[in-house]
C-alpha cells in the first residue's frame, strides 16, 4: 500500500496528504508506523504532508528536522468556548434549555476537551 501511495503522489505535479489526530493511534498500532513510513518516503519537494497531534515522544521524533507549529492551548480553549456557545445560543435543540443546564453542559464539555 505505501508503494502504491508514494506512486500516486509522483505522478501529481503537487500532491497534499492530511491527516487528523496522528495521536489518537495507539503506540503499539500498526497505523502509526505505517504513517512515520509515508513521512519518510514522501519527503520529496513535491509532497506536502500537514498532520494534527497532541505532543507525544514519538511523534516529536519522527517530525524532528520538519517545520512544526505549536497551537497556543490557551487560545484554542477559547475557540472551543466560543463554539459551544454558540451552539447552546442557537442550536435548535439546545437554545430552549435553561440556563444552568446550559451552563453544566458548557463546563463539562471544556472540562473533557483538553484543549483539542
Known amino acids: 500500500m505505501l508503494s502504491r501511495l508514494v506512486s500516486v503522489s509522483e505522478s501529481f505535479h503537487d500532491f497534499f496528504l492530511v491527516i487528523d489526530g496522528l495521536n489518537e493511534c495507539q503506540d503499539d498500532?500498526?497505523?502509526?508506523?505505517?504513517t512515520f513510513c509515508v513521512f519518510a518516503q514522501m519527503s520529496n519537494s513535491k509532497s506536502?504532508?500537514?498532520a494534527t497531534s497532541g505532543l507525544e515522544?514519538?511523534?516529536e521524533e519522527a517530525f524532528s528536522g520538519t517545520t512544526r507549529m505549536a497551537m497556543d492551548a490557551e487560545a484554542m480553549r477559547h475557540d472551543i468556548m466560543v463554539h459551544?456557545?454558540?451552539?447552546?445560543d442557537y442550536g435548535e435543540k439546545l437554545k430552549n434549555l435553561r440556563p444552568e443546564l446550559k451552563r453544566e453542559i458548557k463546563e463539562k464539555l471544556l472540562e473533557k476537551c483538553d484543549g483539542m
Open 48 to 50: 506536502y504532508i500537514l
Open 57 to 59: 515522544a514519538d511523534i
Open 84 to 88: 459551544i456557545d454558540y451552539r447552546l
Open 29 to 34: 498500532d500498526d497505523e502509526r508506523k505505517f
